[in-house]
């Protein structure tokens, strides 16, 4: 069964062995799996990345391939969150990061558009940049969304003098802060809360409790993201 398709998920070989009459858990068809010096893949959310946005990924990577941590270090790095406890509660979370710490967060009211996320920017970037980075200059980076790439938007960092660093799309591999809200999530996990109001407060703590030093691992990791995607060849990677 493996050898006819060495890239079937452990469900799928599982389901197969159990229609064949092998019946066994998931943990043992891994480890059988692995004993035979096959690879097996593991279920995982990958972005779609055609020819066109491998390269793109490929020819940013080159480009970046050369930058230090201290250059790295210069990056101030947004995302949103959207956490749910049971429907219907959820919230809606942006938060910003560099290698000094995180900023404060905002909890988002509706869908996030051009101008509401300007107001975001006014209002929790950059105060979130004055208190990680002073007076120091520093690079804005955040992903090709459409309220992110709007011409209103660049011209608002235009009209603050703020520098975007440029992304290839569909790379959250290439964005430590991706690594830092699976931290607030599995925090979120073992608090389990219950209500909406819950949920905000164990997000703050959570969020509160992430250290400069996470961080500046987390940046730390840039080159070797950009080797990794080198080597890969624009595909996505481990990260």
């Not at 988002?108 to 979130?128: C, D, T, W």
């Not at 459409?146 to 209103?152: E, L, V, Y």
Request: hydrophobic fraction near 35%.
């Amino acid at each position: 069964i493996v050898e006819k398709d060495r890239f079937q998920t452990l469900g799928d070989l599982r389901k197969q062995w159990t229609e064949s009459g092998v019946e066994t858990s998931r943990a043992t068809v891994y480890r059988r799996v692995q004993e035979m010096g096959y690879r097996c893949r593991i279920p995982q959310v990958k972005p779609l990345l055609n020819q066109k946005r491998r390269q793109k990924r490929l020819t940013w990577a080159t480009e970046k391939q050369h930058w230090t941590v201290a250059q790295w270090s210069k990056r101030e790095m947004p995302k949103c969150l959207k956490s749910s406890v049971k429907y219907p509660q959820s919230v809606m979370v942006w938060g910003a990061m560099s290698a000094a710490g995180v900023g404060p967060l905002c909890f988002i009211k509706g869908r996030v558009n051009a101008a509401s996320y300007q107001e975001i920017l006014e209002h929790f970037m950059l105060p979130s940049a004055e208190k990680l980075y002073g007076d120091e200059d520093f690079i804005f980076q955040h992903d090709l969304a459409p309220a992110h790439s709007a011409k209103t938007t660049g011209k608002w960092f235009t009209d603050h003098g703020i520098t975007v660093l440029n992304w290839p799309a569909n790379s959250p591999d290439l964005n430590p802060i991706e690594n830092l809200w699976d931290i607030v999530k599995r925090k979120l996990r073992d608090a389990r809360p219950n209500t909406l109001d819950e949920l905000k407060a164990a997000i703050e703590a959570s969020w509160a409790s992430i250290t400069p030093q996470q961080c500046h691992r987390l940046i730390a990791s840039m080159p070797r993201r950009i080797e990794a995607v080198i080597s890969a060849k624009g595909f996505p990677t481990k990260y």
